[in-house]
C-alpha cells in the first residue's frame, strides 16, 4: 500500500538551511507545505525553487499557532514534520521509503530519532538524541498544543507511537544558529508567559529548565527542573529526559552525591537507560574512584545504546564508554590496556580521532621506533594524501617536531598546502629549531594570509633567538593597534615588552587585573619556545615577563611547564610556591605533585 506524503513546515529567515533540508527529502513527500512567519532573506525564494506551496501566516509569539496553521493546507494521506535547520539523514531514506509503502495504522504517531548538533561544527561528537513525533495521519485530530516546545496531541482518538530506527540531523543549536536568532531569550519569555498562564505545568517548567541549562545556567535551570520534578510521574513522555537533566545540573554544579542520588532513582525506574551510567562514570572518575568508574562504563558496554525511548548522549552504548576507560587506564599508567580500548573506541566510531592522541603517548612512552611508529599511527588513515595534515597534528603534539614537518612537507608536494598548514609549519620550524629557516620561510608570506599577524609574532622570536633585535622590533612595529582585534592588541604588547627586555629598555605593567588572563598564553607561549630550544638565558630573561601581570595561575603554568620539558625539581619547586603564595593548584597540578612526590 502506498501512502502519500505532505511535508509541512514553519520557517522565518531561513536562508542557510532551507534548502539542506528540502534537498535531503523533495524526492519522497507528494508535496510540500511551506508555512512563512514574517521573513525578510530568500527563504521564500528558495522554498518555491522546490516546489513548495508557501503561505503566510503573522507571527503570534506561538509555535502551535503556526504549526496548526500549517497542518490546515495538507492535503495528502500522511503528514510529516519537519523544521528548517533539520535534514533527513541519507543512510535512512530507503527505511522511510519501506515504512510509507507499509500499512499504516492510521491512529499510530511514527516517531523518529533526532540527533541534534551542538558546537561549532558538524564535525563535532557533541551530539544529543532524542525521539519526536514526524509522522501522523491527516485529518484525524491532531493538533499542537503549547507556545513554545510545542506537544502533538489528539483529542479525538486514541493514539499508538512507534518508534522507528529512522534519523534526522538538527543543526539549529549549532553556535552560529542560536547566536543568530537568539533562541534562547526567545523561549525563555515564551514559556515564563506559558507558566503565568498555567503555573501547575510541568512540562512548562522542565523546557524553561532546558533553556537555562543551554545557557550554562545549571543554578536556574536546577531550580526549574525540580520544580518540574515535584509529583514525579514515571510515565511522562520527558520523564527520564527530566532525570537526567538533574543528574548533569548537579554534575556541572559538582553537587555529585546529589547527582549520584539520582542517578540511582533514574536507575530504578529506567534500568535500560545506559546513558545514566555513562553519568554515574563520568562521575566517579571525577571523584578519582576509577575502579567504581570503569565498572559503571563496562555496564554501558553491556547494555549497549539505550532504547530510543531513552536515548539521549550519543553513542554511550560504544565509542564515548571505550574512550572513558581507555583514559582511565592510561592515567593509571596501563597501557597496554589503555590502547586495546583506544582501538576499540576507533573501531566503534572510525571518524572519532581523538583516542589517536593517546595512542600517540603510548607508543612513545614504549619508545617505538619512529619507522615502525609512523607505520602504526598510518594504518588508522585510509585517505592519504588529504590525511596527512591530521598525521602531522599527531605528532606535532606529542614533540615530534621534525616528523610532524615532514607529513606538511608532503602536503606541499601534493600541492595542498593551505593558510592553517603554512603557520603550522611554522609551528614546527621555531619547536624544531629550524630558526634561520624558519626566518626565510617566512619571509615569503603574504599580508594577505589569514594567519599574517600570528605568522609575525613567530618572526619576532626567531630574530631575538638569533640576537636581531633591531629586527624583531621593525617585525612587531608594522602592525597598527587600530586594525587589531583586541585580543591580538595584548599580543603586540607583550611582544614589544619582550623586545624592551633584550635591549634593556623600561618595561611597563601589563595588567594588574587578577582575572585579566589574556597575555598569559603569548608569555608561556614564548617562554616555551625558549626552553624547549635550550636557549636558556633567553627563557630566564623571558620569564620577566611574568612580573608584568597579576594572573595568579602563572606560578601554576611554570610548574607544568618545567614539567613538561623534565625539569622536576624545578617543577616541584614552582608547584609548591603556587600553592604557598596563591592558594592556586587545579587537578593536573594535584597529579604532577603527587607523581613528583611519589
Same mark, same amino acid.
Given at each position: ?239 527520564? &529526559? ?8 548537579? @554534575?556541572?554544579?559538582? #553537587? =555529585?552525591?546529589? !547527582? $549520584? %542520588?539520582? /542517578? ?121 594524501? &588529504? ?8 605528532? @606535532?603534539?606529542?614533540? #615530534? =617536531?621534525?616528523? !610532524? $614537518? %615532514?607529513? /606538511? ?190
Amino acid at each position: 500500500m502506498s501512502n502519500e506524503i505532505s511535508l509541512c513546515m514553519i520557517v522565518k529567515n531561513e536562508e542557510e538551511n532551507l534548502g539542506r533540508c528540502l534537498k535531503s527529502v523533495k524526492d519522497m513527500v507528494d508535496e510540500i507545505i511551506v508555512v512563512d512567519t514574517g521573513s525578510i532573506d530568500k527563504t521564500v525564494d528558495i522554498a518555491k525553487e522546490y516546489g513548495a506551496k508557501v503561505y503566510y501566516f503573522k507571527w503570534c509569539n506561538n509555535f502551535s499557532a503556526a504549526r496548526n496553521e500549517s497542518l490546515k493546507y495538507a492535503s495528502k494521506d500522511w503528514i510529516l514534520i519537519m523544521d528548517a535547520d533539520d535534514e533527513f539523514c541519507n543512510g535512512d531514506k530507503e527505511k522511510f521509503i519501506n515504512l510509507i509503502n507499509s500499512d499504516l495504522k492510521e491512529n499510530a504517531i511514527g516517531f523518529f530519532e533526532t540527533l541534534n548538533y551542538f558546537g561549532s561544527s558538524i564535525s563535532s561528537s557533541n551530539i544529543s538524541v532524542n525521539l519526536n513525533p514526524r509522522l501522523f495521519k491527516n485529518n484525524y485530530g491532531y493538533a499542537y498544543e503549547g507556545e513554545v516546545h510545542n506537544q502533538l496531541v489528539n483529542k479525538e482518538h486514541e493514539t499508538e507511537g512507534i518508534t522507528y530506527p529512522i534519523r534526522i540531523y538538527h543543526y539549529g543549536y549549532l553556535d552560529k544558529n542560536i547566536v543568530s536568532k537568539d533562541k534562547r531569550k526567545r523561549n525563555i519569555q515564551l514559556l515564563e508567559n506559558q507558566i503565568k498562564k498555567d503555573p501547575y505545568n510541568k512540562f512548562s517548567y522542565f523546557n524553561l529548565g532546558n533553556e537555562y541549562f543551554s545557557l550554562d545556567d545549571k543554578k536556574t535551570a536546577l531550580e526549574n527542573y525540580y520544580k518540574a520534578y515535584e509529583n514525579f510521574e514515571s510515565n511522562a513522555g520527558y520523564a527520564s &529526559r527530566l532525570i537526567e537533566r538533574i543528574v548533569i545540573s548537579n @554534575y556541572d554544579l559538582k #553537587y =555529585y552525591d546529589k !547527582a $549520584l %542520588e539520582f /542517578i540511582d532513582i533514574g536507575m530504578k525506574y529506567y534500568p535500560q537507560f545506559t546513558d545514566l551510567y555513562y553519568l554515574k562514570g563520568i562521575i566517579l572518575e571525577e571523584q578519582d574512584k576509577p575502579t567504581l568508574a570503569i565498572k559503571a562504563f563496562e555496564k554501558c558496554i553491556e547494555l549497549g545504546e539505550a532504547p530510543p525511548v531513552f536515548k539521549s548522549i550519543y553513542g554511550v552504548g560504544g565509542f564515548r564508554s571505550f574512550h572513558e576507560m581507555s583514559k582511565i587506564y592510561m592515567n593509571l599508567k596501563d597501557y597496554d590496556t589503555a590502547y586495546k580500548y583506544c582501538v576499540e573506541t576507533i573501531r566503534s566510531k572510525p571518524d572519532f580521532l581523538v583516542p589517536l592522541y593517546n595512542i600517540m603517548h603510548i607508543l612513545k612512552e614504549k619508545k617505538i621506533d619512529l619507522p615502525e611508529f609512523k607505520n602504526i599511527i598510518e594504518s588508522f588513515f585510509t585517505d592519504f594524501p &588529504r590525511e596527512y595534515p591530521i598525521v602531522a597534528d599527531l605528532f @606535532y603534539m606529542i614533540g #615530534y =617536531y621534525n616528523t !610532524a $614537518l %615532514e607529513y /606538511i612537507e608532503k602536503c606541499e608536494e601534493e600541492k595542498m598546502l593551505s593558510e592553517n598548514l603554512k603557520i603550522f609549519k611554522v609551528k614546527c620550524l621555531v619547536y624544531s629549531s629550524k630558526i634561520d629557516e624558519c626566518i626565510e620561510y617566512t619571509s615569503d608570506i603574504s599580508e594577505n594570509n589569514l594567519y599574517y599577524f600570528q605568522i609575525m609574532m613567530y618572526r619576532v622570536v626567531c630574530y631575538i633567538t638569533k640576537d636581531r633585535y633591531d629586527l624583531a622590533l621593525v617585525t612587531a612595529n608594522q602592525f597598527n593597534d587600530s586594525n587589531l582585534s583586541n585580543y591580538n592588541k595584548k599580543v603586540v604588547q607583550v611582544y614589544r615588552q619582550l623586545i624592551n627586555l633584550f635591549t634593556n629598555k623600561a618595561t611597563t605593567i601589563l595588567s594588574e587585573d587578577e582575572n585579566m588572563k589574556d597575555f598569559t598564553p603569548s608569555i608561556f607561549e614564548i617562554c616555551e619556545i625558549f626552553l624547549m630550544n635550550k636557549e636558556f638565558d633567553k627563557f630566564e630573561k623571558s620569564l620577566n615577563l611574568l612580573n608584568l601581570v597579576s594572573d595568579k595561575s602563572v606560578l601554576l603554568q611554570l610548574s607544568k611547564l618545567y614539567y613538561k620539558y623534565g625539569y622536576i625539581d624545578m617543577a616541584k619547586k614552582e608547584m609548591i610556591r603556587s600553592i604557598k603564595l596563591f592558594d592556586v593548584i587545579d587537578r593536573e597540578g594535584a597529579n604532577i605533585l603527587k607523581g613528583i612526590l611519589n
